[in-house]
């Protein structure tokens, strides 16, 4: 009696043991009342997502959404709620597209309204792509300052070819310069929405956010399933948690789900027993059930990453049905090279790329060794701020310390060599590492990959942009003026020419006023070339390059140049070159550190000061021949940075 007297104490046989403060949370946390889904039916339900392109206010329409449906409390503190990631606070942009459970009363009836908040950067197109799946509406929101932008377009099109009602949103009309009417013009130019659908809103003050959410009910139809028909559920993501395993986000299309039920995947053919199903209200929140058309979380015991493979459809055992079709495979358009700062650190590096890859399934990984950093991985990523974020997302989240190598783009080769055909078993193949590029007496041609890319941008940069894109072998293929002073350019861009900086250049160009985006454009006929760096007579693989010919002396020069500044000097000299062949194209000397051997001469005959610089010669001679020439780190990056003024 005693024991269950005492709140903080558990009894058991007469022990008495003390829980700590930390736990009692938890606890209460089970004993909560789970959900019953089961009072919003199909009809209720409204699956939605908002895009946009960066920094046009998603983030913050979603907080203010979160508020209206009272699923977070009003404060001050409520800023980018969704973005939970610490990469996207720091950087202020949404990486990964995150879902939330609102519920809303109109006109007496009770909805559930499934949101999901995508992000705008170019690079993360893949997760926008894949949060439209599980939804059959969008709120497309445009700044009121900045007007149309290239990722609205890209990303208002993903929205039209999945056949979305889109609802335009136009944002930030507090600012002092906003100009609304001019942005509903360019909506109803471009997009061919009537400007009188258009809602203008402040999500920072709350103006008309209320608007949003009853065109959601009115404008965007209900899921088109039932409950009736047998369980089938669309994975389109999912996390790793230490304790429970995969946490695997899922649309149900089909059915409903249980705690208990046993479930198979699709895609692996294995069998799960459910042990929790719930909704994000962005936190977990279990439920009794999901039902037909409602968007949950589910943790069935999935140990290994690659159990919940993305785009997989689930199903209840002995009941199969037809696959959900899934998502196309993202393409990569940028590789890297990754490796542990130190080889006893592989295997703890190799399960964090499998948790982060389950998390950002766009990343592909091909095991890699490289000579002198090691064992290691090529990695695959979308664009460079993908690379960038990811890299950051190791450190922060696993605390990994890893070395990235330059990035490239795979190129591909048409063989003429009968023995090399028969090698590789098939006569055009794909050169993902420089170190693979074949001779060109053993090749008909190279192929390099393009992307059409779209500049949207204010017409007085118009002549410096189309300088820059013609610096980078890009062609013109269309200029449309949007309204009186935006114009739309598309170009088809070597990616090898915008993978590295061509982002920082256009908007330092346009005082950060035009924006990009490109889409992928096959390949074509290139002069391509390889380009080796030498240290002392020694090849340093990892800044190996597949450079186009026209540039591979500029590009050489200003590699040494950048060697000469990124790397220490030594007490011996480096002589830095950058060869094509047997061909050397440019050299940069790196003096070596001297010791003052004649200060103790003070008069004396010549021949005592010939004598001691000698000698000197000779050590610095012989210490070149043994000394290995470290290359910091930190340099890789910064050497392949081109700058946009050379």
Known sequence: MLLLMQPRTSGFLGCKCTLPDHVQPVIHQHLQEKLDMSTYPVESIRNFSIIAHVDHGKSTLADRLLEITGTISKTDRNKQVLDKLQVERERGITVKAQSASLFYNHEGINYLLNLIDTPGHVDFSYEVSRSLSACQGVILVVDANEGIQAQTVANFYLAFEAQLSIIPVI??????????????????????????????????????????????????????????????????????????????????????????????????????????????????????????????????????????????????YKQPVEPLPGFKSAKPMVFAGMYPADQTEYNNLKSALERLTLNDS???????????????????????????????????????????????????????????????????????????????????????????????????????????????????????????????????????????DFYDALKSLSSGYASFDYEDAGYQAADLTKMDILLNGNPVEELSTIIHNDKAYAAGKLLCERLKEAIPRQLFEIAIQATIGKKIIARETLKAYRKNVVAKCYGGDITRRMKLLKRQAESKKLMRKIGNVEVPRDAFIRVLKRETDK
């Not at 997302?393 to 090399?420: C, D, F, G, H, W």
């Not at 779209?454 to 610096?471: A, H, N, R, S």
């Open 362 to 500: 766009s990343v592909t990984v091909h095991r890699d060794s490289s000579l002198a950093l090691g064992a290691g991985w090529r990695l695959g990523f979308l664009g460079l701020l993908h690379m960038e974020v990811f890299n950051q997302r190791l450190e922060q989240e696993y605390n990994m310390s890893v070395i990235l190598t330059a990035p490239t783009v795979p190129y591909k080769a048409v063989l003429s060599s009968a023995k090399l055909i028969k090698e590789y078993g098939k006569n055009e193949i794909t050169i993902i590492n420089p170190a693979q590029f074949p001779d060109k007496f053993s090749v008909s041609e190279y192929l390099e990959p393009t992307v059409l890319g779209t500049i949207v941008t204010p017409d007085e940069y118009i002549g410096k942009i189309i300088t820059l894109c013609q610096d980078r072998r890009a062609v013109q293929k269309d200029m449309l003026y949007i309204d009186e002073n935006r114009v739309m350019l598309k170009y088809l861009f070597p990616l090898n020419e915008i993978v590295l």
């Open 171 to 316: 944002n930030k009309i507090d600012l002092k310069n906003a100009d609304p009417e001019r942005v509903e013009k360019q909506i109803e130019k471009l997009f061919d929405i009537p400007a009188d659908e258009c809602i203008r809103i402040s999500a920072k003050q709350g103006t008309n956010v209320e608007k949003v959410l009853q065109k959601v009910i009115e404008k965007i139809p209900p899921p088109q399933c039932n409950t009736a028909d047998p369980f089938k559920a669309l994975v389109f993501d999912s996390t790793f948690d230490h304790y429970r395993g995969v946490v695997a986000n899922v649309a149900l299309f089909g059915g409903e789900i249980a705690k208990g039920n046993k479930i198979v995947s699709a895609h692996t053919k294995k069998r799960y027993e459910v042990s929790e199903v719930g909704i994000l209200t962005p936190n977990e929140q279990p439920t009794h059930k999901l039902y037909a058309g409602q968007v949950g979380y589910l943790i069935a015991g999935m140990k290994e990453v690659t159990e919940a493979q993305i785009g997989d459809t689930l199903f209840l």
